[in-house]
Structures are given as structure tokens and as C-alpha cells.
């Protein structure tokens, strides 16, 4: 059953192609679905094309659905081609002709993009959930470990002194930055595009307004054609939001994929928590964040795969659309369940202790006695100099104490202003406006 066909019926070989994986991934987008009608349909009433009799039916058999839906009795029937025609066929199955009322004043088209945009914020907050749970998990460690010295490196190369607080809380500050791109996809999903039907509007004297209210949108979508333009572009800022936390994520597990490895020896973790060799008994392989680390990488990718889905399509509606979905859902899923292993290992790690103590990490302490003659009065060039000429004579004595105070370094972390910064993304989110907005409709 299709809402839109006529008298023809579509070839079957036609239909499986063009409905492809709609009615699985719909499933996802089941109960933002009807909260969008909910909305809808009470604006209808407002404006005359709706009874307020056929509103009640409407609402309570709407509610209905939605429970059944967050129980998991939510089904689209094979015959039904997405969760649009499923919702309103059920509405009509039960209610009878107030069913039939319900898509006045849009399309297909615009219900699909108010689906999407309700479904973007609330995987948007369960991202930022994750996310704060691994910031709060990092910044526990910097400030855990602060004391401890961790080499340094650049080129791959013994540098300078470094700590696990600054290795800890580089990350945690890195998640700060991901949280500014993904508040702008916030702020880019959050705006309403229900009304715009096709993408031209409507001659109904529909009241958006009033449905962005309800659904606790922040603001319209004005432009009808915008409105559909933007059907493509938003996938692909959430997308380059979520590449920023996994980007942050791949290299994380880049440098706990190095410093597990015995010629580093930096941390560990539980034998529980590592997988074994079938063949060489000594194995304790970091598997966790070596698929950490590729699924990441393919979460990077994601916003390239997008533009290249939409960049030559000209303004309007495109069934190539649909195919986001396919890429754009499961990155959710794998990204959120990255989060949540790499917290819970991290609330597993144990570092090692007196790693600078080893002899190969002489010289990551020249740097330390240039400093400490500078500060005798030495002009820093000949301080360098004479150094450089002691390492070469093998006559260099590693001035051993790390005297680092300024914003950011090994003494002074500011891990409460990194908190700080943080929270002052976090809370501009407006996740409670949602709720309330969610609540009111349901009730």
C-alpha cells in the first residue's frame, strides 16, 4: 500500500529497488514520526481543516501508536512502503476518515525532513551523553596521574618530557572542540521544516510557527526551498561533527595502541580486557582499540561519502536522498558504542610508574639544561650549543627535575578551566527545551 499510488501498479522489481532498505532504517525514525504529526495535526485544528472530534481521534490513536512503537510492537508490513504510509494507514485502520485528514498541508518530502531533523537530536544527545562520560573519564585520569612523567615525542622521536596529565587531558580539551561542531549540528537540526510540503510551500494558511513550538524547534526553516535544500547539507555537518570525535577517538587509540606495546610499556590492562594469539601463548593484543581506531576512520570518511551523494544535485527533491540513511545510521550506532568501550577501558588502564627512569630517556631532558643555563644568564644559542657538544662528547648529565608552570604544562594543567569550557558547550545545547516540548505533546 502506498499513500501516493493511483491506478497503476508498480512493477515489483521496481518497487524492491526503490524502497530498498526504507522500511529497516524507518524503524529507527518510527516515533519522531507521529510526535510530527502529533504537532501537525493539532496545528490543523487551529486553522480550520481539522474537527476538533476528529483531532481527540486523532491524537489519542496517534499516542497510541507511539507507545506501542517505544514497546517495540511497531512494525511496517511488507506491503507498506516506509513509516509514513504505515503510521497514517494504521490511523485510518482504527479511526477511520479523521485518519485520512492528517496530510494536509505537507508531503512526503517535508514529513520525511521533520523526521529526520527530530531523529538527528536525539542521537545528537546520546553522542554528547557518551561524550561527557569519556571527558569526565579522561580528566579523573589526568588529574590521577598528573604526577607522572611520560616521554614526549615528535617524528616518532624521543623529544621532551611529558605526563600522563597532559596526555589524559589533551584528549579531554580535544572533546571540547568536537562538542563546538556538533552544537552547531545541533543548532542546524534544530530549526523546523514541516510546512514546506514538496519543497514549494503550500496554499493551506498553515501556522509553522506553531508547529515549531511544539515540536521545540528553535527556530523555522523559512525558505520552503531551503527547507528542502537542506536535506543533504545537514547530514553532512552532523557528519563532519561525528568525524571530529572520531578523529579524536582514532588517534587516542593510536597512542594506547603504541604505548601497550612492549618496546613502549607505558600502560596496560586487564588480560580480561585484551584478546591472545591461536598460536603464540605470550599475546595480549589491543583489539578493542585497533577496531576503535578503524571504525573511526571510517566514521571520517562519512562526510565525504555524503557530499559526493548530493553535490550535483540541483535544488528540489531527489530520491537519491533516501540513500543517506544507509550511510549516515549505522555511523550512530558504531560511534556511540566507540564512546562507551573506550570509556569503560579507560576505567580499567593502569600506567606505569617511573617510566623516565630508564636510561634510553637521557636525553629527553637536554632541553631541560639549555633552560636551566639560560636562566643562569647564558645566551640561549650558546646554551643550546654547549649542550649539543656535551651529547656529542657523551659527557651530557640530564638535569632531571621538570620545573614546567605555565598555563597548560606538566605543573599546571588547567583541567578545571578545560571542565569549565566543557560545560559552557554542553549547556548550550537546550536538550531540556526538548524534553518539555516531548512531554507536552504526549501528554
Same mark, same amino acid.
Given at each position: ?6 491506478? %497503476? ?30 504537532? @501537525? ?7 480550520? *481543516?481539522?474537527?476538533?472530534? #476528529? *483531532? ?19 512494525? !511496517? ?17 482504527? !479511526? ?13 518530502? #517535508? ?43 615528535? @617524528? ?16 579531554? +580539551? ?31 494558511? *498553515? ?7 511544539? *515540536? ?20 553532512? !555537518?552532523?557528519?563532519? &561533527? ?31 580486557? =585484551? %584478546? ?10 589491543? #583489539? ?16 565525504? +561519502? ?21 550511510? /549516515?545510521?549505522?555511523?550512530? =550506532? ?21 617510566? /623516565?627512569? #630508564? ?23 650558546? &646554551? ?20 614546567? %608552570? ?34 507536552? /505533546?504526549?501528554?
Amino acid at each position: 500500500m502506498k499513500i501516493w499510488q493511483k491506478n %497503476t501498479d508498480v512493477n515489483k522489481q521496481v518497487e524492491a529497488f526503490t524502497v530498498g532498505q526504507d522500511r529497516e532504517l524507518d524503524r529507527e525514525m518510527a516515533a519522531f514520526d507521529v510526535l510530527g504529526s502529533l504537532a @501537525h495535526t493539532r496545528m490543523l485544528e487551529s486553522i480550520g *481543516l481539522m474537527t476538533q472530534s #476528529d *483531532l481527540e481521534l486523532v491524537q489519542q490513536e496517534l499516542k497510541n501508536i507511539y507507545r506501542e512503537i517505544e514497546s517495540g510492537q511497531f512494525t !511496517i508490513e511488507d506491503s507498506v512502503e516506509d513509516v509514513h504510509s504505515q503510521v497514517e494507514w494504521l490511523l485510518t485502520q482504527r !479511526i477511520g476518515e479523521a485518519g485520512k485528514k492528517i496530510h494536509s498541508g505537507r508531503s512526503r518530502n #517535508d514529513q520525511v525532513l521533520v523526521d529526520l531533523k527530530l531523529f538527528f537530536r536525539s542521537r545528537i544527545e546520546e553522542m554528547v551523553q557518551n561524550v561527557e562520560a569519556l571527558f569526565e573519564q579522561l580528566i579523573a585520569l589526568s588529574e590521577e596521574h598528573k604526577d607522572k612523567l611520560l616521554p614526549g615525542y615528535t @617524528h616518532l622521536q624521543i623529544a621532551m618530557p611529558s605526563s600522563f596529565g597532559l596526555w589524559f587531558g589533551a584528549y579531554a +580539551e580535544s572533546l571540547v572542540d568536537d562538542m563546538e561542531l556538533m552544537l552547531a549540528a545541533w543548532k542546524v537540526c534544530n530549526k523546523n521544516p514541516l510546512g514546506s510540503a514538496a519543497g514549494y510551500g503550500s496554499s493551506f494558511p *498553515l501556522n509553522r510557527t506553531m508547529t515549531t513550538e511544539l *515540536l521545540g524547534f528553535d527556530a523555522l526553516n523559512y525558505n520552503v526551498v531551503y527547507a528542502q535544500m537542506g536535506r543533504g547539507k545537514t547530514e553532512r !555537518i552532523l557528519a563532519q &561533527a561525528m568525524s571530529s570525535v572520531a578523529a579524536t577517538l582514532a588517534k587516542f587509540s593510536m597512542d594506547v595502541c603504541l604505548f601497550i606495546n612492549q618496546n613502549f610499556g607505558f600502560i596496560s590492562f586487564p588480560d580480561e580486557l =585484551t %584478546t591472545g594469539s591461536s598460536i603464540m601463548p605470550h599475546k595480549k593484543n589491543p #583489539d578493542v582499540f585497533e577496531l576503535i581506531r578503524s571504525r573511526c576512520n571510517k566514521i571520517q570518511a562519512l562526510p565525504n +561519502e555524503i557530499a559526493l551523494m548530493t553535490t550535483n544535485l540541483p535544488s528540489g527533491y531527489h530520491r537519491d536522498l533516501q540513500l543517506l540513511k544507509e550511510n /549516515l545510521f549505522p555511523a550512530f =550506532t558504531s560511534l556511540n558504542e566507540c564512546l562507551e568501550i573506550a570509556t569503560f577501558m579507560l576505567q580499567n588502564i593502569s600506567v606505569k610508574n617511573n617510566i /623516565l627512569d #630508564d636510561e634510553k630517556y637521557t636525553y629527553l631532558f637536554s632541553v631541560e639544561v639549555v633552560n636551566n643555563e639560560v636562566l643562569k644568564g647564558v645566551p640561549f644559542r650558546e &646554551a643550546y650549543k654547549n649542550v649539543g657538544a656535551n651529547i656529542e662528547k657523551g659527557t651530557f648529565k640530564p638535569l632531571k627535575t621538570v620545573n614546567h %608552570t605555565h598555563e597548560g604544562s606538566i605543573g599546571n594543567l588547567c583541567n578545571p578551566e578545560i571542565k569549565t569550557a566543557f560545560q559552557t558547550v554542553i549547556s548550550q545545547f537546550g536538550f531540556e527545551k526538548v524534553h518539555n516540548a516531548v512531554q507536552q /505533546l504526549l501528554a
